[in-house]
């Protein structure tokens, strides 16, 4: 017996996928763990292995489709001894127990029609206004059904000016939504005319859109920010850099993971995130960092950087936004994390607020480093000040503990060395 080929959940919060690109063909013989489709999830683009031996008997949704839920066939695998014809034939059986259902249905709604559908006609009971709004400039009758007629009214749609798709030219709800669609659109290009591009929103656009609406709604956030003297950092990193001898290239992003991490094993009550009926509060810290990509931004998940070194950190840094932006992220590598650091710095961005990712309780949005005039020691100088903002849900971080983390976050970048402890 044939086995369906099903849309596979590839993360935890994957719903639905789009069919990117077929590595196979109808015909093609396949044995397990041979690669056969690429599915773009919610994050990224992955491959799809064959779970079964087999002969890929029908393909059942073709290249570039949307929005196929999960669990939903794609394709139909033969399995040994099955022939594609016996395919054929159960698939014509299947069609065709299909258009006899479909009969019985349609006949069904058409009795339904004959009872209920409005026919105009210039008949006496009808008031003039009334027999304006069914017949046409000819005294032509018009066919629509009670749905429709409803539609055009509240849309104060005159219903002589287009034709149906139904029976005898019967105007369908359709017909009249096509109408009002048309009638939209020309209406927007007549204001203004090809001033603007219609994209299609990805999965990934509609995912963010989701997940942020989501935690702007149900996380009732608040913002602390503090400036950070990073001169010292800058002169650490400039040395270690320096040793490297090109093997090696310590970002400053990669010292701010540092820090956070640091500062959230010193304020453990940071470093959690709201379940409904519990706190989780994380014992290691596995931080999100937000990388652009193509169509959106993806947070791949740096693990245990509380037992990390700089190098280590900057190696999983560099292999997780490579993979991230060639889409090839597993789920593991962004389904979690325990805090998130989002970094629009090197943007030239001063300073800013970001959206907490959830189930998370805090993420932490790093500005640029600039020179500004700051008081040391009863002096003016000059140094290179780092503004930070820590967005927190109110449910899972108080005050003061967002204020003791930023505390700790700022003692560890203005002295660098304290997170080799």
Not at 24 to 51: C, F, N, P, R
Not at 224 to 247: F, H, T, Y
Not at 346 to 368: H, R, T, W
Request: overall charge negative; glycine content about 6%; proline content about 4%.
């Amino acid at each position: 017996m044939s086995i369906d080929i099903l849309m596979p959940a590839l993360s935890p919060t994957m719903e639905e996928g789009t069919l990117s690109k077929w590595l196979v063909k109808e015909g093609d013989k396949v044995v397990s763990g041979d690669l056969i489709a690429e599915i773009e999830t919610d994050k990224a683009t992955m491959e799809v292995e064959a779970i079964d031996d087999g002969v890929i008997g029908k393909i059942l949704v073709n290249e570039g489709q949307e929005a196929i839920k999960v669990n939903v066939p794609i394709a139909i695998l033969l399995l040994d001894g099955e022939d594609i014809t016996d395919l054929n034939t159960e698939l014509d059986e299947e069609k065709n127990d299909n258009k006899s259902i479909e009969k019985e249905i349609i006949f069904e709604t058409k009795l339904e029609d004959n009872e209920e559908n409005i026919v105009t006609s210039p008949e006496p009971v009808l008031n003039s206004e009334q027999k304006e709004e069914f017949l046409d400039a000819n005294n032509k009758r018009i066919f629509i059904t009670p749905l429709a007629k409803r539609i055009a009214k509240q849309g104060d749609i005159d219903i002589s000016l287009f034709d149906g798709s139904g029976p005898n030219g019967r105007i369908l709800k359709i017909d009249v939504e096509k109408f009002i669609d048309s009638k939209n659109v020309k209406n927007i290009n007549i204001a203004s005319p090809e001033n603007f591009e219609l994209v299609k929103n990805s999965a990934m656009r509609k995912t963010i859109a989701d997940r942020l609406v989501k935690s702007k709604n149900d996380a009732p956030h608040f913002y602390l920010s503090i400036d950070c003297n990073i001169d010292e950092l800058l002169n650490i990193r400039s040395v270690l850099n320096s040793k490297a001898k090109d093997k090696y290239k310590i970002s400053v992003n990669d010292m701010i993971i540092k820090a956070s991490s640091a500062a959230l094993m010193k304020v453990p009550k940071a470093n959690a995130s709201w379940e409904n009926e519990n706190t989780k509060y994380f014992k290691t810290t596995d931080i999100s960092v937000a990388v652009a990509i193509q169509g959106g931004l993806i947070t791949p998940i740096i693990k245990d950087v509380q037992s990390k070194g700089l190098l280590e950190i900057s190696k999983d840094m560099k292999s997780l936004a490579d993979k991230a932006k060639s889409g090839k992220l597993l789920p593991e590598e962004y389904v979690g994390g325990s805090f998130s650091i989002s970094n629009l710095g090197m943007y030239g961005i001063k300073e800013f607020s970001a959206v907490i990712n959830p189930p998370q309780g805090c993420i932490l949005a790093v500005g640029s480093g600039e020179k500004r005039p700051v008081v040391i020691k009863e002096q003016i100088i000059i140094a290179t000040i780092m503004t930070v903002t820590l967005s927190c849900d109110h449910r899972v971080v108080d005050g003061a503990v967002g204020a003791e983390l930023l505390s700790e976050f700022k003692n560890f970048i203005e002295n660098p060395s304290l997170m080799l402890l």
